[in-house]
């Protein structure tokens, strides 16, 4: 689940989602939803995702983040347009 705040993250683990997608927080933020979702639900997998780049991934890893994800390694990718001619 999707979620952009503590308060979403809690109600979404308490629900019984498995993985909880923290998006868009800041690295201090992220780092105290993480823990409050783990302590409350330890048993949870917690995903950072948004804005993350990697000059700035060792801000989001922590000991309650189990997964990181970085849109930047494919929406930033250069194109390559190649034709194969038979």
Same mark, same amino acid.
């Given at each position: 689940?999707?979620? #952009?705040? /503590?308060?979403?993250? *809690? ?9 909880? +997608? =923290?998006?868009? *927080?800041?690295?201090?933020? *992220? &780092?105290?939803?993480?823990?409050? %979702?783990?302590? !409350? &639900?330890?048993? %949870? /997998?917690?995903? !950072? #995702? ?5 000059? /700035?991934?060792?801000? $989001? =890893?922590?000991? &309650?983040?189990?997964?990181? #994800?970085?849109?930047? +390694? /494919? &929406?930033?990718?250069?194109? +390559?347009? $190649?034709? +194969?001619? %038979?």
């Amino acid at each position: 689940v999707e979620c #952009s705040s /503590t308060a979403e993250a *809690l109600a979404a683990a308490g629900a019984g989602a498995d993985i909880i +997608l =923290l998006d868009n *927080l800041a690295p201090q933020e *992220l &780092h105290e939803a993480a823990a409050q %979702v783990k302590a !409350a &639900h330890p048993g %949870v /997998t917690v995903e !950072a #995702s948004g804005g993350i780049v990697l000059e /700035t991934l060792p801000q $989001f =890893l922590g000991p &309650h983040i189990d997964v990181v #994800s970085m849109g930047c +390694l /494919t &929406h930033s990718a250069p194109a +390559l347009d $190649f034709a +194969l001619r %038979v």
